[in-house]
């Protein structure tokens, strides 16, 4: 899951340490950063945890393939386009 934290790491690579709401750089330097712009990075991403949660098993597409089980395979993948379908990725 993609937190607050994490999206001021991703989009201020400068930052190398936050304390509460404050972000710092390498020379300890406050980093001035767009809370709106982090915030729309982790609402952007939120589909990942959430697709994440509810895909079936690797396993069970593995034991399909062990098996040779077409319709289970195909089963699979549609299990995990419907999750995909459920949580679109943000354009």
């Known amino acids: 899951m993609i937190d607050i934290f994490s999206a ?3 989009l201020y690579p400068s930052v190398v340490r936050t304390t509460g709401n404050i972000a710092y750089d390498a ?5 001035v950063y ?6 729309k990075y982790v609402d952007d991403h939120a589909y ?3 697709r994440a949660n509810e895909y079936p098993p690797a396993a069970d597409y593995l034991d399909a393939v062990v098996k040779g089980d077409q319709a289970q395979i195909d089963a699979y993948i549609a299990a995990c386009q419907a999750v995909k379908t459920k949580y679109p ?3």
Do not use: F, L, M, R
Request: net charge neutral.
């Open 8 to 10: 001021i790491y991703k």
């Open 48 to 50: 990942i945890a959430k």
């Open 34 to 39: 767009d809370t709106e712009a982090v915030q």
């Open 27 to 31: 020379n300890n330097n406050v980093v």
């Open 89 to 91: 990725k943000p354009e």
